[in-house]
């Protein structure tokens, strides 16, 4: 089946780390990503990693793969105001002639000061 | 900025009025899509175009109408709609349909209220 799980919420201290974390049943996937949502605006990609990685990093943000487990996590480094918005985990999965991307319900974080 | 823009950006309208979402890809890719996005639900895929051609229709309801007239253009067409469609529509497009080298870029949506 396709199913992506996320947390609705999160909230973290200033200058803490985040992770989020998402769980996926379909393992034909090969791509999975982060997308971050802020107040009021459209989805930006925040990064991506390829099924055959466990880790991939990119400046603050940590992308961790357990395939084995179907988990995918993001942490976010010295976690500031800014980072306050909605997270979508996704994977990537091929059907007809393009591809289609399922989404996770989302996690809302919230930095406190 | 994702080469991804969507009009208009915010839309008020009644139940028996009649009108299109627009969507423009600058990116040169070849497939298209529709996304609804609603309070407390996952993102649900509406329609897929891929070469202009319709690919996928995720059991969407008629008084939504899509058209693609060229690669580079989406529209979303609607009418009579429910106040239930309320909600943030999304455009997105990708480079081909191969598989696990397709990432899908999102324009910033069009927030859709129906009175």
């Known amino acids: 089946g396709e199913d992506v799980e996320q947390s609705l919420f999160l909230s973290v201290r200033e200058g803490d780390s985040s992770v989020i974390n998402c769980t996926y049943t379909d393992s034909s996937s090969t791509y999975l990503y982060w997308y971050k949502q802020e107040p009021g605006a459209g989805l930006q990609l925040l990064t991506y990693i390829f099924s055959n990685m466990d880790m991939k990093q990119d400046q603050r943000l940590t992308v961790l793969l357990n395939k084995k487990d179907k988990h995918l996590s993001l942490r976010i480094a010295d976690t500031q105001t800014g980072d306050s918005a909605i997270y979508f985990c996704a994977e990537n999965l091929q059907y007809s002639s393009a591809s289609k991307i399922i989404f996770g319900s989302g996690t809302r974080l919230s930095i406190r000061p | 900025e994702t080469g991804v823009t969507q009009t208009p950006r915010h839309l008020v309208m009644g139940m028996t009025n009649k009108k299109s979402l627009k969507c423009e890809q600058h990116?040169?890719?070849?497939?298209m899509y529709w996304y609804k996005q609603s309070a407390k639900k996952p993102l649900e895929l509406m329609f897929v175009y891929n070469f202009k051609e319709q690919t996928e229709n995720n059991s969407v309801p008629s008084r939504f109408s899509p058209e693609c007239p060229n690669s580079s253009h989406l529209f979303l067409h609607l009418h009579t709609l429910q106040p239930e469609d309320s909600a943030l529509y999304l455009c997105a497009s990708s480079l081909t349909g191969e598989l696990g080298k397709d990432t899908q870029y999102f324009g910033p949506g069009t927030r859709l209220t129906v009175l």
């Open positions: 990116l040169g890719h070849n497939a």
